[in-house]
């Protein structure tokens, strides 16, 4: 959700195009809403240079996850080899966390960001970026762990509100909590302003019209 990150969440936004190929339908709408939601300028500036600029007649293929773990592999090592000298260094830590989430590293990325949780526990942007690895990783129920832990230290963390209904909607299936989340999302966060909040309430609207079939 993942600044992103998630938001953020410091960079969920890059996953709107990342998560396109790559990840199922269910986690697809995660990424994609939190990003638009909360990282919208940069996405949305992103897709228009993309779409101003010329298109490849050959456009190169994706590469594997195998790829992408090597290349990740390769960049963090500058990261890896200061952390050998100063392993509390939560910002290292944390640039070491988005390298791996940005190649859909999820388990790798997550284990970053809890060692710089434990360093910051307070930081519920970073815990509600690592509860989207997890979430993509598999683990729903820790997902929703972290994403509560997060909003303890920060109740009205936007960020976390819309991940929490997310994944409850997507991944429990509990549209009566994700209720619960986005609504108190509106409430919390006038700030948000129309256009996002009409994205949020057009999916409440959604959750009610669920729950009457």
């Not at 910002?91 to 988005?98: A, F, R, S, V």
């Not at 109740?155 to 509990?174: H, T, V």
Request: aromatic share 8%.
């Amino acid at each position: 959700m993942v600044k992103e990150g998630s938001g953020q969440p410091t960079s969920t936004a890059t996953w709107q195009t990342r998560q396109a190929y790559w990840m199922p339908t269910i986690c697809l709408l995660v990424g994609i809403a939190v990003g638009y939601l909360f990282h919208g300028s940069a996405s949305r500036a992103s897709s228009q240079n993309k779409s101003a600029a010329p298109q490849a007649a050959n456009p190169a293929p994706m590469p594997s996850l195998d790829e992408m773990k090597r290349m990740a592999d390769v960049k963090a090592a500058p990261l890896l080899e200061k952390l050998k000298s100063n392993p509390e260094n939560a910002d290292l830590l944390i640039q070491t966390g988005e390298l791996y989430k940005g190649a859909h590293q999820f388990k790798d990325a997550a284990g970053y960001y809890d060692k710089a949780l434990k360093i910051d526990p307070k930081n519920a942007s970073l815990r509600s970026e690592m509860a989207s690895c997890m979430y993509y990783s598999g683990d729903v129920d820790g997902a929703i762990s972290q994403l509560r832990e997060a909003l303890g230290y920060d109740p009205k963390n936007a960020n976390s509100l819309f991940n929490l209904g997310m994944i409850e909607w997507q991944g429990k299936q509990d549209t009566k909590g994700a209720l619960a989340a986005w609504q108190e999302l509106l409430k919390t966060n006038p700030q948000l302003g129309a256009d996002r909040s009409a994205q949020v309430n057009r999916l409440i609207a959604e959750l009610k019209t669920q729950g009457k079939n």
